[in-house]
């Protein structure tokens, strides 16, 4: 005996809310609401503080200048600061030795910044693999130059050029100068390397971590050996760790200040504009003139535009590139 049965399609049961509860619900949201702000507002002030507020005043300050505030022929009185418009970023950008402390720091940004990253990629591959048997010690020993302040990093590796101290000078062929002005930028990329390197493995790192490993076996019972999976699977997925890491690398590259200084301490040759920001910090300390806030803050702007066109160019031209 066959048993039919019959199934109607049913409406769905809606319930509404009554006003008490509608109101309920905003205060809860309300109190949710006030709850996250309240949670953030440390940060928020900080970042206000140490962020914001110093960039506003910067804009503001590279449009005065300090001037005598005394008439007559010589001048006179105290310095107060004038409103001078553009001056001080026309200044800037006629400024020869910016221009060529900015050819310097782009010459050495070409050096470096692939010779790091490579080697950073090549450590987290290696980290990321069966290979190593201790990856958190390994790891820790790769970020371990980071934790070590840039000056006395720089002072350390000043002591190792130093052909009257230096512990390896005496064995590298006689008239070897790490500090002559064809091989300066070589030495303070060398520094500047040792450095970031353990930093940015670390951005590859947690980016090959946070891949599925299901990929991973999927390729070996395709038969892929260790190299293909690293070269073909891992290397393509980390692109965007890439990315971040050569943005932040451009950024700190424009910026280079702790081992031009330290060098400059040992090789007057070099002069107090050899970098744009050791460029401008000296104009800050009055070591330069024109000098005075004004002018220093006219070129950090102009710093910071040209890192965040450099940033924007090498991130359009990684974009066109993944998308052929």
Known sequence: MVTAT?????APVTFSRTPEQNRSRRRASRREGITGWLFMAPFAVLFAVVFLVPIVVSVRSSFFAQKP???????????VDTFVGLDNFAMAAGNGAFWAGMGRVVLYAGLQIPVMIVVALGLALLLDSFIVRRPALFR?????????????????????YTPQ?????????EGTDLMSPQTILFSMANMTTWTYTGYNMLIFLSALQAVPRDLYEAARLDGA??????MRIKV???RGAALLAVLLS???TIQLFNEPVIMQAANSW???DFTPMMLTYNTMMGEISPSGSGPASAYSLLMALIAGVLAIVYALMQRRRGDA
């Open 236 to 238: 393509p997925l980390v």
């Open 6 to 10: 019959e199934t109607r399609d049913r």
């Open 165 to 173: 101290v230096s512990p390896f000078l005496p064995y590298l062929p």
């Open 270 to 272: 070099m002069g107090k």
């Open 140 to 160: 820790l020993s790769f970020f371990l130059p980071y934790a070590v302040p840039g000056i006395i990093a720089a002072m350390m590796w000043l002591y190792l």
């Open 225 to 230: 050996s260790g190299f293909q999976v690293a």
């Open 69 to 79: 505030a005394g008439g007559g022929l010589y001048g006179g009185g105290e310095l």
């Open 250 to 252: 451009i950024i700190g």
